[in-house]
């Protein structure tokens, strides 16, 4: 059964840094490339990042661009989100996804970053 | 002011058919496959659509989509309380950026 775990969110004060995790299951992780997704409270979805299945392409939106990094440990099956300089505009439900030509067709329960002073 | 443009609300009784517009531009939905999510409250968005028109396995033939130059549709026929979400469509655009619509809250009434 495929399964993806995110964890490592919590409140941090702006100006700050989070890295979040996702640890997968149940798959060939090293087969597929991953998308970070997020949602703010109340509103709807956002693409952040994604990463190639061997970190060759790596794209972000222009919302975190400079800000986030997206990694993966592929021999530890889990990716990464490394994000500095936190606003509050960042407080959201982050999701990791796994993707592949069906799109995102697996998403994990997601973790909450709340950032606030 | 998300890329792509839904409705922000749907609704319909139960046994109707129902349809969400998705919007977009050459850049993305112009040139790329549409996607489908469905988000049942509380929960992940889970894949509906795939290439535009396709149905991962388990999702019910009620459920199709289609799409026509720089836009896209989500038709739920034989409505049922179930299906009450919200629903999302997205894209990749041409710079292989990740690109979805601001959703829309379906009602069963």
């Known amino acids: 059964e495929v399964q993806l775990v995110e964890s490592g969110g919590g409140l941090v004060k702006p100006g700050g840094s989070l890295r979040l995790s996702c640890a997968a299951s149940g798959f060939t992780f090293s087969s597929y490339s991953m998308n970070w997704v997020r949602q703010a409270p109340g509103k709807g979805l956002e693409w952040v990042s994604s990463?190639?299945?061997?970190?060759?392409?790596?794209y972000y939106a222009d919302s975190v661009k400079g800000r986030f990094t997206i990694s993966r440990d592929n021999a530890k099956n889990s990716l990464y989100l490394q994000m500095n300089s936190l606003r509050a505009e960042d407080t959201a439900v982050y999701y990791c996804?796994?993707?592949?030509?069906?799109?995102?067709?697996?998403w994990g329960q997601g973790t909450l970053v709340t950032v606030s002073s | 002011q998300s890329v792509l443009t839904q409705p922000p609300s749907a609704s319909g009784t139960p046994g109707q058919r129902v349809t969400i517009s998705c919007s977009g531009s050459?850049?993305?939905?112009?040139?790329?496959?549409v996607y489908w999510y469905q988000q049942l409250p509380g929960t992940a968005p889970k894949l509906l659509i795939y290439?535009?028109?396709q149905r991962p396995s388990g999702v019910p033939d009620r459920f199709s989509g289609s799409k026509s130059g720089t836009s896209a549709s989500l038709a739920i026929s034989g409505l049922r309380s179930e299906d009450e979400a919200d629903y999302y469509c997205a894209a990749w655009d041409d710079s292989l950026r990740g690109v979805f619509g601001g959703g829309t809250k379906l009602t069963v009434l």
């Open positions: 290439r535009n028109n």
């Open positions: 996804a796994r993707v592949n030509e069906l799109g995102a067709d697996y």
């Open positions: 990463i190639s299945s061997s970190s060759s392409y790596i």
């Open positions: 050459s850049s993305n939905i112009g040139s790329n496959y």
